[in-house]
């Protein structure tokens, strides 16, 4: 069966970086997309981008171009999401999320989030 | 980027009870629209996408409807397993944009 596994819960104090890992298993990895969601405490969902897995190309949200790289490593089946100059707006579950049909357009499965704390 | 706006944010209701949450977006969408469901600590989880097609897996209790700008989520008969957060995502331009979220809880 389809699976998506995170890495685990991070802190991180302001102005550093974080590298969340989503390794997939239970389907051919480099079909389509991979998008990454994040949701704040207590607050709603929020859209970061998404990286083609098989072509490595990436396309993100304004609101994080220049500080998120998304990555894949097809040899292990595993996509990454990096986030630089962290501030304390960016402590959220961080979710990795399977492309539905090749579209771009929706999302099917799910990991299971990564919860990342700023605070110094 | 395309705003959506879901309401009620909030709905009581009891188990049996007919519920329906309505988004809009701010501009046309066609029929690019999603709904998740999400409980607790957990993941969303994908019951609708274009507007109206049911996800495998999900009850038929559940069903999408509208396009263009106004679009609907109707649960026909609310089951226990139903209390949980509610959103809508438009899938029409990048960046893909969620609502709100409409939080359904027990009366």
């Known amino acids: 069966q389809v699976q998506l596994v995170q890495s685990g819960a991070e802190v991180k104090k302001p102005g550093a970086s974080v590298k969340v890992s989503c390794k997939a298993s239970?389907?051919?990895?480099?079909?389509?997309?991979m998008h990454w969601v994040r949701q704040a405490p207590g607050q709603g969902l929020e859209y970061m981008g998404w990286?083609?897995?098989?072509?490595?190309?990436?396309n993100y949200a304004q609101k994080f171009q220049g500080r998120v790289t998304m990555t894949r490593d097809t040899s292990i089946s595993t996509a990454y999401m990096e986030l630089s100059r962290l501030g304390s707006d960016d402590t959220a579950v961080y979710f990795c999320?399977?492309?539905?049909?090749?579209?771009?357009?929706?999302?099917?499965?799910w990991g299971q989030g990564t919860l990342v704390t700023v605070s110094s | 980027d395309i705003q959506m706006t879901q309401s009620p944010s909030s709905v009581s209701a009891s188990v049996g009870d007919r519920v329906t949450i309505t988004c809009r977006a701010s501009?046309?969408?066609?029929?690019?629209l999603a709904w998740y469901q999400q409980k607790p600590g957990k993941a969303p989880n994908l019951l609708i996408y274009?507007?109206?097609s049911l996800q495998s897996g999900v009850p038929s209790r559940f069903s999408g409807s509208g396009s263009g700008t106004d679009f609907t989520l109707t649960i026909s008969s609310l089951q226990p397993e139903d209390f949980a957060t509610y959103y809508c995502?438009?899938?029409?331009?990048?960046?893909?944009?969620f609502g709100g979220g409409t939080k359904v809880e027990i009366k």
């Open positions: 501009q046309g969408i066609s029929s690019w």
């Open positions: 239970g389907y051919t990895f480099t079909g389509n997309y």
């Open positions: 274009a507007a109206s």
């Open positions: 990286i083609n897995r098989n072509s490595g190309a990436t």
């Open positions: 999320a399977r492309d539905f049909d090749g579209s771009g357009r929706y999302f099917d499965y």
């Open positions: 995502q438009q899938a029409n331009s990048f960046p893909l944009t």
